[in-house]
C-alpha cells in the first residue's frame, strides 16, 4: 500500500482505496490544523505591526485566511484523489475518465472565500468599524445580501455533494473484475496487522514510511471519532448542569471549542513507538504534544467571550453589548498567548522532524 501512492496506472480494491482516501483524509486533517494555528500569530502580527486599528484588521486577516485556507486544502483534497480513483476504476473495468467528478467537486470550496467576505461586511458594519472597507449602505442590505448568496451556494454545495456522494457509494460498493482486465491483473491485496497492534503499540518498532500511513490514517478517523463521542457523551452533561448555573461561565462552549483540538492525542502510542525505533526518550513526545497548551488557553478565553454573550438577556439591543471590547486584540493577555504559539509551534515542529528521521534499519519493513 505504500508504494506509488498517487500512480495513476493498475488497479486497486476496494480495501486499499479506502485506505488511501483515509489518509488523504488524515494529511487533509492534519494540514488543517497546521495551517489554523500559523493563522492566529501570522494575523496578529501582521495586523499590530501595519495598521493603526489593529483589531479590525486582525478579524479580517483571520476570516478571510480561514476561509483561503478551507478553500485551498478542500479543492486540493479531490484533485489529489483521483490517481487512486482512476485506479479503482481500472479495477472493475471502466475508464479512468469516469473520475470526472472530482475535478467538479474541486470547485465547490470555492464561494467560500466570497461567502467569509459578506459576513466579515456585515460584523464590520455592525460594530461600526472601518466603514471604507463597506460597500453597503446599511446592516439590513448586507444581510440581504449575505442571505441569498448563502442560500444559493448551499443549494448548490448540496446538489454537489449528493452527485459525489453516489458516485462515492459506487466506487466502493462495486466488487472489482475477478480476472485480469484490459488494466492489468486483480492485486493483491498486503496482510494488515491486527488494530490494536498496527495503531497502539505497546511494544516492538515501527519503521517511517508506515508510522507516517498509519499516523495518516489514524489521524483521519480520530478526527471523526472523538469530537463525535465528546459531543455525544460530556457535552450533554455540560449542559445539564450549565443549566443550573454551577458550572463556569462559558463551560459549554469551551468542551465544544477543545473537542476538536483532542483527537491528535490519539497518536501518542504510534509516537512512543516511533520514538523506541529511533532508541529516543519517551518525554520527547511532549514536543508534538506543545500546541495542546496554547489552544488550551485559547479555547477557555474564548469560551469565556462566547458565555458572557450567551447569558445577556434576549431583550438587550445588540448595539448595547460592548462587542468590541469582547474581541479587542490590545492586551498584553493576548500578546503573551501569540508568543506562546509561536514558541509551542516551533517545538512541534522539531519534535515532528524528529520523529520523521531517516532510520536505514527499518526503513523498508513493516513493523517488527
Known sequence: MNEHFFSGTG????????????????????ALNIAFYLLVPAAYTAATAFFREATAAFWIFLIIGFALIITLVYTLFP??????????????GCS???AFPLLFAGLIPIGLPMLALLFLAGVLEMMNLSPDLIFFDSPEEVGLVLGGFAFVYIFLVFVGIFVLALFSAWIFLKKGDPMANRYGEPPV??????????????????????????????LAAAAILVPSLIEATLYPVVLMLDGIRILPTGLDFFVLLLSPNLFPLAL???????????????????????????????????SAVLGELDRVDDATPLDSIPLYDYISISSDGNSFLIALSILCGILALIGIMRLLHRDAEYDNTSSS
Open 189 to 218: 491485496e498486503e496482510e494488515l496487522p491486527s488494530v490494536r497492534a498496527a495503531y497502539f503499540p505497546t511494544q516492538g518498532t515501527i519503521a517511517r514510511t508506515p508510522f507516517i500511513m498509519r499516523s495518516l490514517l489514524l
Open 79 to 92: 484533485l489529489l484523489a483521483i490517481p487512486a480513483t482512476v485506479r479503482r476504476l481500472h479495477d472493475i
Open 96 to 98: 479512468g475518465s469516469l
Open 268 to 302: 501518542l502510542p504510534l509516537i512512543l513507538c516511533r520514538l523506541r525505533t529511533l532508541g529516543r526518550s519517551k518525554w520527547e513526545a511532549a514536543l508534538t504534544c506543545a500546541p495542546f497548551l496554547p489552544c488550551l488557553l485559547l479555547s477557555w478565553k474564548i
Open 11 to 30: 488497479r486497486l480494491t476496494r480495501r486499499d482505496y479506502a485506505l488511501r482516501i483515509g489518509a488523504l483524509f488524515g494529511a487533509t486533517t492534519l
